[in-house]
């Protein structure tokens, strides 16, 4: 049966065809995608029949009748990678189960065209994310998401598709990967951690000010901003400040959230003791699919946290060991936990969420 069908499947060719019956994938390859977002609509599995040209959205759809029509159930799933703001890679696919093994069915990926089998669902998953990155030459650190989707209704524009498999089922396939947050004792945590930017935008100021003044002399000395330089430290405004974190570290600096890979312990020195005394210390996984979709930017660092260190990547958080993370620390150095390289996070919302943290024994 599952021969038929890919019988059936090999009469398909990928693209989509204009109001003239001309494929707009060979009409312009470069730039087909522009025309795509303007005519698109989901075809039905009989208009794909009739048609013969289809994307991977259509050609899961009829793959999806096809095997309905020989009783056999299937999954359907969409993949995204948000490379950018203005660029996106998609694809979608189709999977069923079979004497307690999974197939991936796959035709309009002709790389991958046919049916594969794996003993697992998450191991099918996986081998197709990692495909999918390759394919695209995604960075390591480029999200990617898998939505397990319903059947969708047929003529939805692509924008429509998007949204409702975006708004589906987020499939959950990455390796924890914590990072720590230090925190006063007895601080109200109800809505979670603030960056200045929330701070300042929600009138926080008392909480804006004791946050913003280690940055000043970094602001008016050693960060070299030509604008601020020579400026004596009181003399900076909150917006000022702002603007400075700005013009250092891109636009997300004031948005910023820090986290460390491990969390600092008290047998790192006097100094650190008496500091954690005073500190609880929060996790997040960096790697939930449901915390990444609410990550706008995360700059990795630099090694020793000099803008003339080595440029430090997701990889080098990976594979760190504990005793390599804290071989640099001093505690006697004036910003003690400035030692510990460190990551910065900017979320939506300029906050991060408390339903995204965990505390964890500072022991």
């Given at each position: ?349 300029d906050y991060c969420p408390i339903t995204f943290l965990e505390k964890v024994d500072s022991d």
């Amino acid at each position: 049966m599952i021969e038929e069908v890919m019988q059936i499947m090999n009469q398909i060719h990928y693209g989509y065809l204009d109001s003239n019956g001309k494929n707009i994938t060979e009409k312009d390859p470069e730039n087909w995608d522009i025309e795509f977002e303007r005519i698109y609509r989901l075809l039905a599995p009989e208009e794909l029949l009739e048609k013969k040209y289809g994307t991977c959205y259509d050609q899961v759809e009829l793959e999806r009748k096809l095997l309905e029509d020989r009783g056999i159930s299937s999954q359907s799933f969409f993949i995204a990678a948000h490379e950018s703001i203005d660029c996106i890679y998609t694809h979608t696919f189709l999977v069923y189960e079979k004497d307690n093994c999974y197939y991936w069915m796959e035709h309009s990926w002709i790389n991958y065209r046919g049916v594969s089998k794996y003993s697992s669902l998450k191991d099918l998953l996986l081998d197709v994310k990692e495909k999918f990155r390759k394919s695209h030459l995604l960075e390591h650190d480029t999200s990617i998401f898998v939505y397990e989707y319903e059947r969708p209704c047929s003529g939805v524009n692509s924008h429509e598709f998007f949204e409702y498999c975006e708004n589906s089922t987020l499939v959950k396939l990455n390796e924890p990967l914590y990072f720590y947050h230090v925190v006063d004792k007895g601080v109200d945590l109800s809505k979670g951690l603030f960056s200045l930017k929330y701070m300042y935008e929600h009138n926080l100021f008392s909480l804006f000010d004791h946050f913003a003044s280690k940055y000043k002399k970094g602001i008016v000395s050693y960060w070299n901003l030509s604008k601020y330089k020579g400026r004596k430290e009181d003399s900076l405004t909150r917006e000022e400040i702002l603007d400075a974190l700005n013009l250092f570290r891109g636009n997300y600096c004031s948005s910023y959230i820090y986290f460390f890979r491990y969390p600092p312990y008290q047998e790192l020195g006097t100094k650190m003791k008496n500091l954690l005394d005073g500190k609880d210390i929060y996790r997040i996984n960096m790697n939930d699919e449901e915390i990444e979709k609410c990550i706008q930017d995360i700059f990795w660092g630099y090694e020793g946290n000099h803008g003339d260190g080595k440029l430090l990547t997701k990889k080098y958080y990976e594979t760190v060991t504990p005793k390599e993370y804290f071989s640099n620390y001093k505690d006697s150095d004036e910003r003690n936990f400035a030692n510990l390289n460190h990551i910065a996070v900017s979320f939506f919302g300029d906050y991060c969420p408390i339903t995204f943290l965990e505390k964890v024994d500072s022991d």
